[in-house]
């Protein structure tokens, strides 16, 4: 098995390789929900700049967002709170906060 094939299983994203804003910040979302671990997230993020393409329109953003979330499992880094109201702020989206009885 190849290991685009392999990473199409594992990361589920690369049936067509194409990252823009919209996908990064549903990544996000998903950490920010404990639908996905924060390894997960890094592995993800190094993945797609190791192996996907670009939206053009939203390069720099994109490119700079996965970067960040790269080094999030490196202690010096981490990936706090605002880190990621700043990257979703950053691809033109905003965190809601929704509090409720458990």
Known sequence: ?????????KFGIWSEL??????VAEKIAAYL??????AQLVDW???AVMEADFEETDF???RS???????ADVRAFGLSWE???????ELGYAARVEVMVA
């Open 33 to 38: 929900r404990h639908d996905i671990t924060l």
């Open 60 to 62: 720099d953003a994109v």
């Open 18 to 23: 194409l990252i823009d804003k919209r996908a």
């Open 65 to 71: 967002v996965l970067a960040r979330l790269g080094l």
């Open 45 to 47: 993020a190094e993945q």
């Open 83 to 89: 880190d990621c109201q700043e990257s979703l702020r």
């Open 1 to 9: 098995m190849s290991t685009r094939t392999q990473n199409e299983k």
